[in-house]
């Protein structure tokens, strides 16, 4: 597509516009005005016919594959190949989506002559996280007397996955992620001698009667003892909830429920693949979405990572059912089944615990929720200056006792609940998985 150019206009309102006056007021210069609006014409029409094919022989080319960090300056590296061999000034344009922003609307490059091969980078910066296409790339550039644009798009193909922002909780686990001892900044005690059978071994006084090993016992004619080993290999799962409560807005970060539950959930399989563990995921709404079996490796952590962070909110009821009974059928070893969700709701809270009786006694379950707002007991906060505000504290007390009541139950059925921060869920759902580990409660 051929577009005018300012210099084009410039010089049709010097030329055009005042010879046609001279021509019309001046009979003798009428000859003259017809010669210099004609010369000029003859230049435009011969200008644009030499930039009719100025644009042929370029390309671009991006990468099949950009992974960017939400709310993380980057940049997207094009490369421009140039088959005519040259000088070039190209302005260049690519059609983000609104969820990525750039400082610029377009850019100017320029491709010195001899030169197939240029590269530019484009600064960039995501606002969601989640998949982007980008199908082509706008060239421009100007025609060789500068009256016209020659302008076309090329096709430049390139996927942009926007992973969730881990940095900001990296400041407040500082201290896990330093590899100094066992749990973080420093090693802490074990509590009790493990599950793994490790050996046999000669009878010593002191040992517990459980301790024996009574087959080897009569085999052998004395008394021998089992010795046993702390587990160091174990199984996390992180089950995140994408239904309809996970749409809600936390507070006070102003993200997405969801948003965080990805983020902790994430930050959680570092921590696990630095302790050593094996470590999955997995998604459901009204049924399971992704299941990813626990292993370990950055291949293995990049493939549950690909997993989540497509993951949007679906405006549909939680599948309690469907999830227990799928965990019952797929994961025969004991496993620390870390479910993040929303149980505020008192129907959803009693289908949940009604439910997780089936898988409850298999594995180890902690719920994690994030703490709703509102819900504190009636005199924690004095700030009432209306009727309005009596009534919203009493709905916050409801729920507030609600939710120590679920804690309640879930602690008979051996399912540890608790309620997260916004802004340290992360920090908390770490800290209570090594603690855990500490205690070997799994």
Request: with cysteine.
């Amino acid at each position: 597509m051929i577009v005018p150019r300012s210099r084009l206009l410039f010089w049709v309102a010097i030329v055009v516009m005042p010879f046609s006056l001279l021509g019309a007021v001046l009979p003798t210069g009428t000859l003259l005005s017809v010669l210099v609006i004609a010369s000029l014409v003859f230049l435009v029409v011969l200008d644009a016919a030499l930039a009719y094919n100025g644009l042929q022989g370029i390309h671009v080319k991006l990468p099949d594959v950009v992974r960017l960090t939400k709310d993380v300056e980057n940049a997207i590296d094009l490369q421009i190949e140039n088959d005519r061999g040259d000088s070039l000034e190209l302005r260049l344009g690519l059609a983000f989506p609104r969820e990525i922003a750039s400082p610029h609307e377009d850019l100017l490059a320029r491709v010195r002559a001899g030169t197939r091969f240029s590269r530019i980078s484009w600064p960039c910066t995501p606002l969601q996280r989640g998949i982007y296409n980008l199908d082509a790339c706008y060239l421009e550039r100007a025609s060789s007397f500068g009256f016209w644009s020659v302008r076309t798009a090329v096709p430049a193909h390139a996927e942009i996955r926007v992973y969730p922002n881990l940095l900001s909780e990296r400041k407040n686990l500082a201290a896990v992620f330093l590899r100094r001892g066992n749990f973080g900044i420093h090693a802490q005690r074990q509590i009790g001698q493990g599950r793994d059978f490790e050996m046999l071994r000669d009878y010593i006084p002191g040992d517990g009667m459980e301790e024996i090993h009574w087959k080897a016992t009569a085999k052998r004619g004395r008394p021998v003892t089992k010795l046993f080993q702390i587990e160091r290999t174990q199984e996390v799962y992180v089950i995140v909830d994408a239904s309809r409560l996970s749409a809600r807005t936390a507070m006070p970060t102003n993200s997405v429920v969801l948003e965080r539950f990805i983020t902790a959930a994430l930050v959680l399989g570092l921590v696990a693949e630095q302790q050593g563990d094996l470590f999955g995921i997995s998604s459901f709404g009204d049924r399971v979405q992704n299941f990813i079996r626990a292993s370990g490796g950055k291949e293995h952590y990049g493939a549950c990572r690909d997993a989540l962070f497509t993951l949007q909110p679906q405006m549909v009821t939680p599948d309690f059912d469907g999830l227990c009974t799928f965990i019952r059928l797929r994961l025969r070893r004991r496993a620390l089944l870390v479910i993040l969700t929303s149980l505020d709701d008192p129907i959803l809270a009693e289908n949940f615990a009604r439910n997780v009786e089936l898988i409850c006694h298999q594995h180890l379950v902690l719920v994690g929720m994030l703490r709703p707002p509102t819900a504190r007991p009636i005199f924690a906060d004095g700030r009432v200056t209306s009727a309005d505000d009596v009534y919203q504290a009493l709905g916050g007390h409801i729920l507030w006792h609600d939710l120590r009541e679920l804690e309640r139950s879930l602690q008979r059925r051996g399912v540890q609940f608790s309620q997260l921060d916004d802004e340290r869920m992360a920090v908390q759902l770490v800290s209570q998985y090594i603690d855990i580990k500490r205690r070997q409660l799994l």
